[in-house]
C-alpha cells in the first residue's frame, strides 16, 4: 500500500525546556557533561521545533525562553552557563515547567529534560514534593526526562521523578555515555 497524493505526514512541533543543575557539586567533568548533552538535544530537534532553558543552582533561572531551535546562539547560550553554589533542585524542574505551559498548543509534544547530579539542597527537600511536580507535569500530557550525571547523584530521587513524570531516566557516567544516551532518547 502507498499513501495517495494527498496524504501528508506531519511531525507534530516539540518544545525541548532544558533544565540544567549549575550547581556546586556540579563543577568540571559533571557540567561540561551536561552542557554537551544539551547542545546534542538542540543539534537535533527541527528548526521549528523551541528550546526554551533554565539553569538552578540556589535559584532558578531562564535563561531562554521559548525560541526556535534553528536560533545559532543557543549554543552560546548553554556554552556560557555557570557553576553556582546550592541545588534548587525543585524550583529548576517547576521553572522548566512553567516554560512549557507558556507555548503548549494541541498535538505539541512537549518535554522536560532535566540534567543533574539530583542532590536538593535548597527546599523543598521532601520527595513528596518532587513526586506532586512530576505528577503535575505528566497530568499536562508532557514528559520529564531526568539524566543522572556522575557517579554521585540521587538515583532514588531521579528515577521516581522520571517514573511518575512519564519520561525516561538515564543514568550517565562519562561524555560518551551521556552523548550515546542523549542521541538514542531524542
Known amino acids: 500500500m502507498e499513501p495517495d497524493v494527498k496524504t501528508i505526514v506531519v511531525q507534530p512541533k516539540c518544545h525541548i525546556s532544558l533544565a540544567i543543575d549549575c550547581s556546586g557539586s556540579m563543577y568540571g567533568e559533571k557540567i561540561d557533561n551536561a552542557k554537551e548533552a544539551a547542545i546534542n538535544v538542540v543539534r537535533n530537534l527541527s528548526p521549528n521545533d523551541l528550546v526554551s532553558i533554565v539553569t538552578f543552582d540556589a535559584i532558578a533561572q531562564v535563561v531562554l525562553n521559548p525560541t526556535p531551535a534553528s536560533d545559532g546562539n543557543i549554543e552560546n547560550i548553554i556554552r556560557s552557563i555557570d557553576i553556582g553554589y546550592t541545588t ?18 494541541p498535538k505539541m509534544v512537549n518535554a522536560l529534560d532535566v540534567f543533574t547530579d539530583g542532590e536538593p539542597t535548597v527546599p523543598p527537600y521532601e520527595v513528596n514534593d518532587f513526586i506532586q511536580l512530576a505528577q503535575a507535569i505528566r497530568n499536562q500530557d508532557m514528559r520529564l526526562n531526568v539524566f543522572g550525571i556522575g557517579d554521585d547523584y540521587n538515583e532514588q530521587l531521579t528515577l521516581q521523578l522520571a517514573e511518575v513524570g512519564g519520561g525516561k531516566w538515564e543514568h550517565v557516567s562519562d561524555d560518551d555515555d551521556l552523548t550515546t544516551i542523549v542521541n538514542t532518547q531524542i
Not at 533542585?89 to 507558556?102: E, K, V
Request: hydrophobic residues 40%.
Open 88 to 105: 534548587a533542585l525543585h524550583d529548576g524542574i517547576s521553572t522548566g515547567f512553567q516554560l512549557l505551559q507558556h507555548v503548549s498548543q
